[in-house]
């Protein structure tokens, strides 16, 4: 059931995370989506957090950040 992606397109990934965490931390939360994604409107950012944000902390790792896009 693992969908992990590999080779260039974790590469993108990484850069895509990396471009959204801000700060550097290791973790995209709400706002830093927001700050990225300045157009999504904030119910669609809650919808992300509640189905990406597997583990329940508020923030995505990069973890989930790649199960949430890699799925399809
Ligand atoms: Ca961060
Ligand atoms: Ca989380």
Do not use: K, W
Not at 13 to 40: C, K, M, N, S, V
């Amino acid at each position: 059931m693992s969908t992990e992606p590999t080779g260039e397109r974790l590469t993108e990934l990484r850069q895509e995370f990396a471009a959204i965490d801000t700060d550097g931390d290791g973790y995209i939360t709400e706002r830093e989506l927001g700050e990225r994604f300045p157009g999504l409107p904030a119910e669609a950012i809650g919808s992300l957090n509640r189905d990406g944000d597997s583990d329940g902390d508020g923030r995505f790792s990069f973890e989930e950040f790649v199960r949430l896009v890699a799925r399809d």
